[in-house]
């Protein structure tokens, strides 16, 4: 079914006469962000500061929490299934080295595309955690307690029909926001999980460029190829975010010809906030990157990741502090976090 468009002749208005033109791609920049909210709260792999990441428990945290949309990590089982998890590895979440222990592979690790769907669901999933000596350490210690209660992967069809559920039984239109994990592994593997994400949000009505989702990835490369050949080909038009990571691989997008290249496939970005205020910031003398200013001169929407309490940079007093110095004084776009109740209390109390 189609998710509920609430907006639909408000984003139709706020569309015409809005958009910007590079080389060729219309992009609608802080218009499509405006159609819902000023400032967007991107629930980071759901309320993640409350409940293990990217469990259904967490997802509905979120969505009761108030965030305006919810982040679905993809990657893909052994048959073929798109299921929610950070990583394309099973063993800093999960108890796969209990349940299945003859089936790491030779570096130690184990890969969600060597388990079937039934196998994934005889995993139980936790806070993400470290081993050291043998012993499980949960990596946020704050957070909610390791091996405790009972947490399942799930599917991505799953997720959205949690979210679109909700949004029918509560009236509101919270949004997703998938990101495609590691597209050239999982092409080593044999499987295009792109095509494959891609067949699940036209399955559930995600296909146009005002539906409430964006669809983000770190590899330029394939986002490129979603752009530019896979949503033709499916008659699709949905948003592209590019992530942007601190690592030398992201230093070319940075620059005024790097972004420019970006706004030619890309609607928006995702930058680490380490790109926007810089290291070696301190409090009241912050170093800001020209990286915001960039983007929006291109029209582009930018969504800097990851806002958390209990991981606070030096140049930040407190939470609060630190959405007042990205939402407020930089004036990024929205901010993906780990605890979308503070981040909506604090964007509705100062409106």
């Known amino acids: 079914m189609k998710p509920i468009k609430a907006a639909g002749l408000l984003a139709t208005m706020l569309l015409v006469g809005c958009a910007v033109t590079v080389n060729d791609r219309v992009l609608v920049g802080k218009d499509h962000v405006a159609r819902w909210q000023e400032k967007l709260v991107i629930a980071h792999r759901g309320a993640s500061g409350y409940l293990p990441e990217h469990t259904l428990a967490a997802k509905a945290m979120a969505y ?201 496939y890309a609607d928006g970005i995702g930058p680490s906030m380490q790109l926007i205020v810089e290291r070696g910031s301190v409090a009241g003398k912050l170093k800001i990157s020209k990286l915001v200013e960039l983007a929006h001169d291109l029209g582009l929407v930018v969504h800097p990741y990851t806002f958390r309490r209990d991981l606070l940079p030096v140049y930040a007093d407190d939470y609060d502090d630190l959405l007042k110095i990205f939402l407020d004084d930089i004036g990024v776009d929205g901010v993906f976090t780990d605890f979308p109740d503070l981040t909506v209390e604090y964007i509705e109390s100062n409106l």
């Open 64 to 264: 009761a929490q108030g965030a305006h949309f919810i982040e679905q990590d993809l990657v893909m089982s052994k048959d073929d299934h798109v299921v929610v998890l950070h990583d394309h590895y099973l063993d800093t979440v999960t108890d796969v080295h209990d349940v299945f222990p003859d089936r790491a592979r030779a570096d130690g690790r184990y890969y969600v595309v060597d388990f079937t769907l039934a196998e994934l669901r005889q995993l139980a999933v936790s806070e993400r955690f470290k081993v050291s000596g043998g012993v499980k350490a949960a990596v946020f210690e704050s957070r909610f307690p390791l091996e405790k209660s009972s947490f399942r992967i799930a599917t991505f069809a799953e997720e959205i029909e949690l979210i679109q559920g909700l949004n029918q039984s509560t009236g509101r239109s919270v949004g997703i926001y998938p990101e495609i994990k590691s597209p050239a592994f999982h092409r080593g593997e044999g499987k295009d999980i792109s095509a494959a994400v891609l067949e699940v949000l036209k399955t559930y009505g995600y296909d146009e460029q005002q539906d409430r989702v964006f669809l983000q990835c770190f590899d330029g490369n394939e986002l490129q190829r979603i752009g530019r050949e896979l949503l033709p080909a499916m008659n699709m038009t949905v948003p592209l975010v590019q992530l942007l990571g601190t690592g030398p691989e992201f230093r070319a997008a940075l620059t005024p010809a790097g972004m420019k290249m970006v706004a030619s």
